[in-house]
Every structure is written in C-alpha cells, then in structure tokens.
C-alpha cells in the first residue's frame, strides 16, 4: 500500500484538496490498548499497528474475525475514542477523542431514539447545524424519502422493523450531509436478502452524496459486493493483512453477485480469512 | 371480553359491592351514625362542604404544600440522581441508605423539624419531600442505568453538550421510570404532608380531619378523607395514563 499523503502535500495549508483520490482519513502507526477491566493495570492489546489511507469518495469495507477490533477501528475514526499510539487525522487535522465535523455513524446495534418519531430521530441530526428552516424541511424529506421511510414519518421506532430502525439510523447520519459515513455492520441483524437490497441503498447513498464510505461488516460477499477496496484484518489485535481492489464500476448493484470476479474476490478474502478466523475460535493453525 | 376488561369489571363490582355494604349496614343501624356515616350521605356532605367553602382556605394549603413538596422532591431527587449516574463512589455509598430508607419512621423527626424549620408550614413541606425523594432518586436512577450505551455514542456523535445529552437524551430516555418515581412521589408527599398536619398544625386537611375526629364532627371527617382519596386517585391516575402512553410509543405496554 502507497502512502498517498506523501505523493500529494498539500500547497496551500487552508484547505485540503476535494479531488477524487485524495487522502481523506489517514492512520499512523495506530494502536489501542484497552485497560482489563478488574484486574489492575492489565491491559488489552485491541487493535494495531494501523497504517490506513481512506480516499476521498472511495467505498472502504473492512472484514475481520470477531472481536478483531473492526469497532475499535470505527471508533477512533469517528473521535470517540483515542488511540494509544499513532496518529488519526480527519481531512489533516488530527482527531484527539472529538468528534469531527462531516463526520457521520451508524452503530452496530440500534441506536434509535424510542421517544421520538421517525421525523424526530432523523431532524435530531440537524440540532446542532444552523440552516433555514426550508433547508431543513427540504434535507428531511429527502433523508426520509432515500430510505424509503416517508410514509412512516410519523411512527415511533418501536412499530418499525429492525431493517428499517437502522434506516431510520441513516437518514439521521444523512440530514448532516457528512463527507465521511461510518457504517458499523449497520445490517448485522437483517436476514440475507434484505441485507442485499440494503446494500443497493447504501451503494445508491454513496453514489448520489459523494461521501467515502466505511463500512464494517463480518460478511464477505457484502464487502465483495460492495466495495472499491476491502481491508481484511487479522485476529485480535486487529492488523491489516490484506487490501484487496474489486474494481468495480461506480453504479454497480447487488446484480454482481452473479459476476465471475465477484467470486474470485469473495475466494480471495476468504483465503485470507480462514486462518484469522480459526485462531478467533480459538483453534490452532492445522494447514501450513 | 379480554382479561383485562374483566378484571377492571371485576374491580368495580368489588366496590360497588363495598360500598353498596357498607351502605345498608349503616341504614339497618348494624353501624352507628357515631362511627360512620352511610356512604350516601358522605358524599352529600362532601358536595356540601365544598359548595359552603368554609374549607377551602384547608384543602388549598394542603393541596398547594402537598404540590410544592412533591415538586421540591422530583426536581431535587432527578438532579441528585444524574449527579449520582456520574459518581461512582458516592453512589455506591448511598446504595444502602437508600435501601433501608423507608425503614426510617420520619415523622419521629418532626419535632427537631420544628425546632429548626418554626411552626410554618416549612416543616410540612420538608417531611413531604424527603418522603418522595428517595423513591424519585431511586427509580430515575434505576432509568439512568439502563440507557443504551449506544444512544450515549449518539449523543456524542452529534456533538452534545453534557446538558443536552442529560436534557435530550438521559432524561427522556428514562422517563418512564422518572414517571413511575413521580407516581409514589405524589403518594409520599400527601402522606407526608397530610400527616404532619395531624400531628401538629393549625390549618389544613389533616388538621381539620383530626379536629372533626376529637369533636365526633362525622359530617366534616369523612367527606376529607373521600376528598383525600379521591384527588390522590385522580392524579394517579393521570400520570398512569400518561405513562401508558410511553410505554405504547416504545413498544412496552
Ligand atoms: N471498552 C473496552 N474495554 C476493554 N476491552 C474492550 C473494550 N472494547 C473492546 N474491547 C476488546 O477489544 C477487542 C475488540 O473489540 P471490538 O468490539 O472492536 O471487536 P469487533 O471486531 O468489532 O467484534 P464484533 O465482530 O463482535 O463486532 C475485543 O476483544 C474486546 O473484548
Ligand atoms: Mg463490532
């Protein structure tokens, strides 16, 4: 992997550059440890070394074995938590345990607000950004009506089904118009062929707000599916042992499956895979 | 019919049948007018009490001492418990205080009450709400505990101030359990308020039911007591329903 940040400097220190390709995200040498809970001064080494450029606009997948950190990793992207070594930076600037602006998640479980309807949990997003009340209007809308939910403004959480909590997730990260959405395993929960047509909501969201895309999944053919490149971690700690380019064009759906590479690449990742997820369960290395 | 409705029939007839009981033993005379007025006529002089007046200076500083300590309780007790969420240590002493508090009998403390507070309604109000307190902090602490650590993210994520994450999601998130604390909350502070009054007052509903008691003055005593019930009655269940309506928007009925 070639360092991008090193072949494009920034000239004039204002602004990063928005061209396709930049450097968006970049990690250094990243590590987390976590302190055992209990016992005193034990820690956990979670995640790292990390070296990571996510590109500005790209569809990033990362694929790991459980309890490999792929969490870990969303949360010190998204400046909820702090690395113990290394460096985070967010278009430059460095991320130290605050959250970024342009930044948007989706959590792995279900972080709906129960008390408030569907247009309350999605207008909740927008609290703290200042727009006209016809702009606000017009991003709820169209955050409602992308994730098929405008009939269902007027709901409570508690009447949808889980697939379309996690949508309601989105429209909220949406609202923001982020420049960078972080996806943990938003579909963990959803049944096969859902999860595949959720995938072609999320290639259709990537598409029409040119925001990269990190998404976090324990699915192969997702990641495959899905992404322009797709990292796949080691067991515990997390390391990067491969990133592998589908190539894909840019208004792909979830039609790829049937393709020839699509196979190829699922084959590829699992190769890499097995191993990792072998000493995840705990079972030693039979093959060389 | 579902089990529900039958059971709330069953509830009615129950009273009805009570009620309709306690009414012919009164008229047959199997209960003495000197004990207890027939059911009817309780309501009679309630109607009258209230048409006449002469007890409303009595019922308005009960009601209106009752409403303060109740409201000193949640706002104290919904502070003090968010303060506790973030303080581990403190919390974990106070745990068994709390356990064990409504073991303590505070009227017993009334008269140091007195002593510190004046004979005002002061004291009045301090037993109300150090009787609802408790149950106020515990529950909403008991709400506290079971946010979703994911909502808390959220609240981080979308750049929450401590207040705003306590205002916007903490508490509303917890309501249902706030509001469970503020249904004993109402209890707790009538009792102790009404109670105080019994024991050593000038004015008020409990003063006057223990004046009407000394005086075998039948016609002001148990009209109070019905008014009593049936106002505690009534804002319980006010806040039931409203709790009803919570529970429904989250899925929990
Ligand atoms: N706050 C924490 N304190 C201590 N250990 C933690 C903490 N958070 C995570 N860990 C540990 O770090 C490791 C990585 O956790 P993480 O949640 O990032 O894994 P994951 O890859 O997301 O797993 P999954 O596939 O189950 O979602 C785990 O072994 C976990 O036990
Ligand atoms: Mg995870």
Not at chain 2, 52 to 67: D, F, S, V
Not at chain 2, 134 to 160: C, E, M, S, Y
Not at chain 2, 179 to 196: C, D, E
């Amino acid at each position: 992997m070639t360092s991008i940040m090193t072949t494009s400097k920034p000239i004039t220190p204002t602004r990063t550059p928005s061209a396709p390709g930049a450097a968006q995200v970049s990690l250094r040498g990243v590590d987390k440890e976590f302190i055992r809970p209990g016992r005193s001064g034990e820690t956990v080494h979670a995640l790292g070394p990390i070296d990571l450029d996510l590109r500005r606009g790209e569809f990033f997948a990362v694929v790991g074995p459980s309890g490999c950190g792929k969490s870990t990793l969303l949360e010190l992207v998204a400046g909820l938590s702090t690395a113990t070594r290394g460096d985070v930076t967010f278009e430059g600037k460095p991320i130290h345990n605050r959250i970024p602006d342009g930044v948007g998640v989706v959590f792995q479980e279900d972080a709906s607000f129960p008390w408030l309807s569907v247009r309350e949990n999605i207008a909740f997003g927008l609290r703290r950004i200042k727009i006209d009340p016809k702009e606000r209007e017009r991003r709820i809308e169209n955050a409602l009506a992308m994730m098929g939910l405008t009939s269902f403004a007027h709901s409570f959480p508690a009447q949808l089904s889980g697939g379309m909590r996690q949508r309601v997730c989105i429209a909220r990260t949406l609202v923001t118009e982020p420049r960078l959405i972080l996806l943990d395993e938003p579909f963990g929960a959803l049944d096969q062929q859902t999860r595949l047509l959720m995938g072609d909501e999320v290639l259709n969201l990537w598409r029409k707000t040119g925001a990269t895309v990190f998404l976090i999944t324990h699915a192969l053919d997702e990641a495959a599916m899905l992404a322009d490149r797709i990292g796949v971690m080691s067991a515990r700690p997390g390391r990067l042992i491969d990133i592998v380019e589908t190539g894909w064009p840019r208004d792909r759906d979830s039609r790829i499956v049937q393709e020839e590479a699509f196979g190829a690449i699922t084959a590829r990742l699992w190769r890499s895979l097995r191993a990792e997820s072998m000493k995840a369960i705990g079972k030693p290395e039979v093959e060389p | 019919m579902t089990p529900k409705k039958r059971a709330a029939l069953w509830r009615i007839a129950l009273l009805v049948g009570a009620v309709g009981g306690l009414e012919i033993l009164c008229l047959s005379g199997h209960i003495d007018r000197l004990t207890m007025q027939p059911p009817h006529r309780i309501v009679m002089d309630l109607v009258a009490l209230l048409a006449g007046g002469e007890l409303n200076g009595a019922i308005a500083k009960t009601l209106r001492n009752a409403a303060l300590a109740f409201v000193i309780a949640m706002v104290a007790g919904v502070s003090f418990a968010v303060l506790l969420h973030y303080l581990r240590s403190l919390r974990d002493m106070l745990d068994p205080v709390f356990a064990t508090y409504y073991a303590i009998p505070m009227f017993a403390f009334y008269p140091l009450l007195i002593v510190l507070f004046g004979l005002g309604d002061t004291p009045q109000i301090f037993i109300g709400a150090m009787l609802a307190v408790v149950a106020v902090i515990v529950n909403t602490l008991n709400g506290l505990d079971r946010i979703p650590r994911v909502l808390l993210k959220t609240a981080r994520v979308n750049q929450l101030s401590a207040w705003d994450t306590a205002r916007l999601v903490m508490l509303p998130c917890a309501a249902p359990h706030i509001l469970t604390g503020a249904k004993l909350a109402v209890a707790y502070s009538l009792i102790g308020i009404i109670g105080a009054e019994f024991i050593m007052s000038t004015g008020g509903m409990g003063y006057e039911i223990s004046f009407a008691y000394m005086n075998f003055d039948n016609a002001k005593m148990y009209p109070l007591i019905l008014l009593i019930l049936l106002v505690s009655i009534a804002i319980n269940t006010l806040l039931a329903k409203w709790e009803k309506i919570l529970m429904a928007r989250r899925g929990l009925s």
